[in-house]
C-alpha cells in the first residue's frame, strides 16, 4: 500500500523538506533461508527514477516511524525529504519479520547483508545504500559492514561500540555484566513481549539472586539473557555472533557518531581507529570520522539548550549534525569521488564548553600524567585524608569492607536512573566503603581529554572481587560530578589488559590469593573535560557500582548462577613498591 504521508511534530528540528514522502509499508523482502523481512519504504515524490538509499535495520518495531511521532522517528521523513529513499526493516522475527528472533545478535551481518543486496537490484535504486541509526541499529550496520556488501557504500553508525568483541552489545565490560539497564532491554525487546509480566520494580528485581534467573523468577518468555550473562569471555560460543575484532576487514567510509556518556564511547574510538587501520583499501582508511557529544545514550542530536546531562549543565551543545548527516549521504551516495572534507575527530570539551577537532586519536599533543594516590590509611569517604598529586604514592594501605549484600550504590540509581550520566556524588563519597583521593584546587584551568586507566596494587580476604575506580571534577561550590568509570573482576586481570582492544593474550580465570597483592588494571573508557581553576579532580574507588554493574558475590564460584555471598576485606596500597594510581590524558 503507497500513500502520500506528512511528518508531525517530530520534523519541526529538521531541515525544511524538498519533497514530499511517499510510503510503502510491509514490503517483503526476501531472505536466503526462505524467511522475509517486512520493511517500509519511504519515497520522495518526484525525486528521479534511481535515487540512493538509506537503510535503518531496527528490533524496535518500524511502525513508530510512520507517523514522525517524535524527532527520533522522524529521520525516515527528513531523508526521504531531501532525496534520499529511506528503507525501515524490522530484524528478523521480531515485529512483522519473520524467523526467530529470540537471540538479538545471531543473523545481523548475513540478513544486512542481503538487504542491502535487495534494495540495490530495484528498480528504483542507483545501486548505492548507506546504513544509518543508533545503539542496535548502529550496531547492526557494523556487523554489516564487515560482510563488505559490493551495494553498501557507507555507514553512519551511533553508540555502535557493542559491536567489538570485547564489549559484546555493550552489555559486558571486562568480564562484568553491565545489568542496570541491560536487563530491561532484554525484557523489553522479547518477541514475545505480550506473554511477560507488565508491571516490574527493576529495583528490587535486580537486588535478586541467581543473576541468570531474573527472566524465569518473573514469568517472562524466553530470551537470551542467561546466555549472555553465563558465558567466560573466552567462550567460543561468543564466535557465533561475528563481533568486530582484530580479524576484521571493513571497506567502507564510516562517520562514527557517539557521547561522552555512552557505556561505550571508548570502543567507538577504538572502533574508528579500528576501521582506519584494518579497512582492506585506502579510500576506506582515509575516510572514517568520529563525533562525540556530551550527552547521554544516543541524544547527541539534542537541540535542548543549555543541555543537562543527568544533572549536569553542560552549555550550549548544538552542533550542526543534520547538515553533516545530510553532506555525507550526498558525497557517498550520489557523487563519491574524492575524500570528505571535514576534520577527522570533534568532540566537545565539558567544563569548557565548546567543539574541538583533531585528525588523530588519542590527541596528538596529549601527555599521559600518572597521578598517584596517597594517604595517612584513612582515604575512606570524603572526609578522609585520600590525597591525589603527581607526586609519588605514599602512606600506609587504605582498607574497606565490600559487603555484596549492601554494594556501594551507582550515583544515579539514587535518583532512580541506570543510565550513566552526571549524577552528584557526595551521597555516595560517604560511604565508607568508598576510597576518595582528591588534588588541591587547580590555579590554572586543565583539559583532560582520551583514554583513560587506572592502575592499582591491591590484595583481598576473598578468592575474588571487583575494583571500580571513577573519575571526578569537583566544583568549587562542593558539587561533585562523575566524568567516567570502569571496572576491573580480580579473576579476569590475565584478560582485561586496560590498554588491549582484543582477547588474544587471555589465560583464563585466575582466582587471587588471600592477602596477596596484585597489580590489577582498570579500563575506564574516555572523556573530554576542561577542569577549570578552583576545580579538584577526585578519583573514587570502591569493589560495586550497583545495579550499574553486576555484583561480585566474593566467593570465587559463579557470580551467575550462584545465590551465596561473602565480605571481602580490601586493601588499596599507594607507595613506592606499589604506587598506585590514574593515567590521565592531559592536553597542552
Same mark, same amino acid.
Given at each position: 500500500m503507497k500513500s502520500t504521508v506528512t511528518c508531525t511534530a517530530g520534523c519541526t528540528e529538521y531541515p525544511k523538506a524538498r519533497y514530499e514522502v511517499e510510503l510503502e509499508q510491509d514490503v517483503r523482502i526476501p531472505m536466503t533461508d526462505g524467511f522475509g523481512l517486512y520493511a517500509d519504504i519511504y519515497r520522495p515524490r518526484g525525486a528521479g527514477e534511481r535515487l540512493p538509499t538509506i537503510l535503518i535495520r531496527t528490533p524496535y518495531s518500524k511502525e513508530p516511524y510512520r507517523d514522525g511521532r517524535d524527532s527520533k522517528h522522524a529521520v525516515p521523513y527528513m531523508f526521504a525529504g531531501q532525496g534520499f529513499i529511506v528503507v525501515v526493516q524490522d530484524v528478523r522475527g521480531h515485529f512483522r519479520s519473520e524467523g526467530e528472533g529470540i537471540r538479538v545478535a545471531d543473523s545481523e551481518a548475513g540478513d544486512g547483508y542481503h538487504t542491502v543486496a535487495w534494495i540495490a537490484s530495484q528498480s528504483w535504486s542507483n545501486g548505492k545504500v548507506g546504513g544509518y541509526g543508533c545503539s542496535s541499529l548502529g550496531i547492526s550496520q557494523v556487523m554489516m559492514a564487515l560482510r563488505q556488501p559490493p551495494a553498501l557504500a557507507t555507514i553512519l553508525p551511533q553508540a555502535s561500540g557493542g559491536a567489538m568483541r570485547n564489549r559484546p552489545r555493550d552489555m559486558i565490560v571486562s568480564g562484568v555484566p553491565e545489568i542496570g539497564w541491560a536487563f530491561q532491554w532484554y525484557y523489553d525487546l522479547q518477541p514475545a513481549r505480550s506473554q511477560a509480566p507488565d508491571k516490574i520494580d527493576y529495583h528490587e528485581l535486580l537486588r535478586t539472586l541467581p543473576l541468570a534467573d531474573m527472566n524465569e523468577r518473573i514469568g517472562a518468555p524466553p530470551n537470551d539473557w542467561r546466555d549472555w550473562v553465563t558465558h567466560e569471555p573466552d567462550d567460543p560460543w561468543w564466535d557465533q555472533f561475528g563481533f568486530f575484532d582484530e580479524s576484521s576487514r571493513p571497506n567502507v567510509p564510516a562517520l562514527f557518531v557517539n557521547s561522552w556518556y555512552d557505556v561505550s564511547v571508548n570502543e567507538t574510538l577504538d572502533m574508528f581507529n579500528a576501521f582506519k587501520n584494518q579497512s582492506t583499501t585506502e579510500r576506506a582508511q582515509r575516510n572514517q570520522f568520529v563525533i562525540i557529544s556530551p550527552t547521554g545514550h544516543c541524544q547527541s542530536e539534542s537541540t535542548q539548550t543549555p543541555f543537562v546531562v543527568g544533572e549536569r549543565d553542560v552549555g550550549d551543545i548544538r552542533h550542526d549534525y543534520w547538515s553533516t548527516y545530510l553532506r555525507w549521504f550526498n558525497h557517498w551516495?550520489?557523487?563519491?569521488? &574524492?575524500?570528505?572534507?571535514?576534520?577527522?575527530?570533534? !568532540?566537545?570539551?565539558?567544563?569548557?564548553?565548546?567543539?574541538?577537532?583533531?585528525?588523530?586519536? +588519542?590527541? =596528538?599533543?596529549?601527555?599521559?600524567?600518572?597521578?598517584?594516590?596517597?594517604?595517612?590509611?584513612?582515604?575512606?569517604?570524603?572526609?578522609?585524608?585520600?590525597?591525589?598529586?603527581?607526586?609519588? &604514592?605514599?602512606?600506609?594501605?587504605?582498607?574497606?569492607?565490600?559487603?555484596?549484600?549492601? *554494594?556501594? *550504590?551507582? +550515583?544515579?540509581?539514587?535518583?532512580?536512573? %541506570?543510565?550513566?550520566?552526571?549524577?552528584?556524588?557526595?551521597?555516595?563519597?560517604?560511604? +565508607?566503603?568508598?576510597?576518595?583521593?582528591?588534588?588541591? *584546587?587547580?590555579?590554572?584551568?586543565?583539559?583532560?581529554?582520551?583514554?583513560?586507566?587506572?592502575?592499582?596494587?591491591?590484595?583481598?580476604?576473598?578468592?575474588?572481587?571487583?575494583?571500580?575506580?571513577?573519575?571526578?571534577?569537583?566544583? *568549587?561550590?562542593?558539587?561533585?560530578? /562523575?566524568?567516567?568509570?570502569?571496572? %576491573?573482576?580480580?579473576?579476569?586481570?590475565?584478560? !582485561?589488559?586496560?590498554? %588491549?582492544? !582484543?582477547?588474544?593474550? !587471555?589465560?583464563? +580465570?585466575?582466582?587471587? $590469593?588471600?592477602?596477596?597483592?596484585?597489580?590489577?588494571?582498570?579500563?575506564?573508557?574516555?572523556?573530554?573535560?576542561?577542569?577549570?581553576?578552583?576545580?579538584?579532580?577526585?578519583?573514587?574507588?570502591?569493589?560495586?557500582?550497583? =545495579?550499574?554493574? %553486576?555484583?561480585?558475590? /566474593?566467593?570465587?564460584?559463579?557470580?551467575?548462577?550462584?545465590?551465596? $555471598?561473602?565480605?571481602?576485606? /580490601?586493601?588499596?596500597?599507594?607507595d613506592r613498591n606499589y604506587p598506585s594510581h590514574i593515567i590521565l590524558p592531559v592536553v597542552p
Open positions: 551516495l550520489r557523487d563519491g569521488r &574524492g575524500d570528505f572534507e571535514m576534520p577527522r575527530i570533534q !568532540y566537545y570539551l565539558m567544563g569548557a564548553n565548546r567543539w574541538k577537532s583533531a585528525d588523530s586519536w +588519542p590527541l =596528538p599533543e596529549t601527555r599521559f600524567v600518572p597521578y598517584y594516590f596517597s594517604s595517612g590509611g584513612k582515604a575512606n569517604t570524603s572526609n578522609g585524608d585520600g590525597i591525589l598529586s603527581t607526586a609519588m &604514592g605514599s602512606g600506609p594501605a587504605d582498607h574497606y569492607r565490600y559487603d555484596p549484600a549492601d *554494594p556501594t *550504590p551507582s +550515583p544515579e540509581s539514587i535518583r532512580g536512573r %541506570a543510565d550513566g550520566s552526571a549524577a552528584d556524588q557526595r551521597e555516595v563519597d560517604l560511604r +565508607p566503603d568508598r576510597l576518595v583521593y582528591q588534588t588541591e *584546587p587547580l590555579r590554572s584551568g586543565m583539559e583532560v581529554t582520551g583514554p583513560l586507566r587506572a592502575v592499582l596494587y591491591v590484595s583481598s580476604s576473598a578468592p575474588d572481587t571487583d575494583f571500580v575506580v571513577m573519575l571526578s571534577d569537583v566544583y *568549587p561550590d562542593g558539587r561533585v560530578y /562523575n566524568l567516567q568509570k570502569g571496572i %576491573a573482576r580480580a579473576r579476569y586481570r590475565e584478560a !582485561y589488559i586496560a590498554q %588491549a582492544r !582484543y582477547l588474544e593474550d !587471555y589465560r583464563g +580465570p585466575s582466582l587471587l $590469593t588471600p592477602g596477596k597483592v596484585y597489580r590489577i588494571e582498570v579500563n575506564m573508557e574516555a572523556t573530554g573535560n576542561w577542569f577549570g581553576p578552583g576545580h579538584s579532580i577526585r578519583v573514587q574507588v570502591a569493589s560495586s557500582c550497583f =545495579p550499574h554493574y %553486576a555484583r561480585n558475590l /566474593n566467593t570465587g564460584g559463579d557470580n551467575a548462577t550462584e545465590s551465596a $555471598t561473602a565480605i571481602a576485606e /580490601n586493601t588499596l596500597y599507594h
